[in-house]
């Protein structure tokens, strides 16, 4: 009899462990797919703020490119400038007909 009982505790405990295992591997299942969903979630969001980026450097370097033509204009002018304010006084002696002493 009492052996009878040892056997019957023991495919209780089989029976239990098994129901253990299946529910483990079923929470397993369900935790790979939430990390799946999350991996996927992740991967767009990075592929977004790559995107992002990039479209971010391409207007940088527009920028860039057109300030340093806008620049180059202004320096154009300044040079233009400061070549025309040194000639200025020559030009109005020249103009008013005055002659520096010899």
């Given at each position: 009899?009492?052996?009878?009982?040892?056997?019957?505790?023991?495919?209780?405990?089989?029976?239990m462990?098994?129901?253990?295992?299946?529910?483990?591997?079923?929470?397993?299942?369900?935790?790979?797919?939430?990390?799946?969903?999350?991996?996927a979630?992740?991967?767009?969001?990075?592929?977004?703020?790559?995107?992002?980026l990039?479209?971010?450097n391409?207007k940088?370097?527009?920028?860039?490119?057109?300030t340093?033509?806008?620049?180059?204009?202004?320096?154009?002018?300044?040079?233009?400038?400061?070549?025309?304010?040194?000639?200025?006084p020559d030009?109005?002696?020249?103009?008013?007909?005055?002659?520096?002493?010899?």
């Amino acid at each position: 009899m009492l052996r009878r009982a040892h056997e019957f505790c023991a495919k209780i405990s089989r029976g239990m462990w098994l129901a253990t295992l299946v529910q483990n591997q079923a929470t397993l299942v369900q935790t790979q797919a939430a990390f799946v969903v999350q991996v996927a979630e992740t991967n767009r969001q990075n592929a977004e703020t790559n995107r992002q980026l990039a479209e971010t450097n391409r207007k940088l370097a527009e920028l860039e490119r057109v300030t340093a033509e806008r620049f180059a204009r202004i320096l154009a002018l300044l040079l233009e400038n400061t070549r025309l304010l040194q000639a200025l006084p020559d030009a109005i002696c020249e103009k008013i007909g005055f002659k520096p002493p010899a």
